[in-house]
């Protein structure tokens, strides 16, 4: 299980573009395009009978809706991941990761304690380097709410389902 932003289907088109051209350099397993999102926070496998106590903290956010500027593209060596990415974050995506950790860890549930680093996986098992760089046009994302997505693991590559979703209100501390 984990919270993400789940692109609308022209950011989700535009990313995968972007990651077929960075397999033509890099290699790798190309991340399907219904796949991309940008996790929040990462849950990892809970009772379903906690599934209220997840949502009930998801509940307790408040966002404005925002768009986000997916404006760089690069590779982690250490994991052999390409990646697109933010040069600056909204300080609307910093408020509702802030806020929900803050509601995970109020409610029992393991937080992340590493700095968040806002990105969309586009390769995995990426062989060559990919050498930082612009994305020119950055992908805009317009972001008007978060989802809780049950992940199930296949050997051709994990099955997502967004079981629910919490929209941005107008308004919302940010």
């Given amino acids: 299980m984990y919270f993400a932003l789940w692109p609308a289907p022209a950011a989700a088109r535009r990313l995968h573009k972007e990651g077929e051209l960075a397999h033509g350099l890099t290699g790798g397993r190309r991340m399907r395009r219904d796949t991309l999102h940008l996790t929040l926070a990462f849950i990892g496998d809970i009772p379903r009978e906690r599934l209220d106590e997840l949502r009930a903290a998801a509940d307790k956010v408040a966002f404005s809706p925002f768009t986000l500027s997916l404006d760089r593209i690069a590779g982690w060596r250490h994991n052999h991941i390409v990646w697109a990415g933010a040069s600056e974050l909204?300080?609307?995506?910093?408020?509702?990761?802030?806020?929900?950790?803050?509601?995970?860890?109020?409610?029992?549930?393991?937080?992340?304690?590493?700095?968040?680093a806002a990105h969309v996986t586009l390769l995995r098992n990426a062989r060559g380097?990919?050498?930082?760089?612009?994305?020119?046009?950055?992908?805009?994302?317009?972001?008007?709410d978060f989802v809780l997505v049950e992940s199930d693991p296949k050997p051709?590559?994990?099955?997502?389902?967004?079981?629910?979703?919490?929209?941005?209100?107008?308004?919302?501390?940010?």
């Fill in 90 to 116: 909204p300080g609307e995506l910093e408020s509702l990761v802030t806020q929900l950790n803050a509601a995970l860890a109020a409610a029992g549930f393991p937080v992340e304690r590493r700095k968040f």
């Fill in 129 to 144: 380097e990919l050498p930082a760089a612009e994305l020119d046009p950055p992908v805009e994302w317009p972001v008007g």
């Fill in 156 to 174: 051709e590559g994990a099955q997502y389902t967004v079981l629910e979703s919490w929209p941005g209100t107008t308004g919302a501390p940010g």
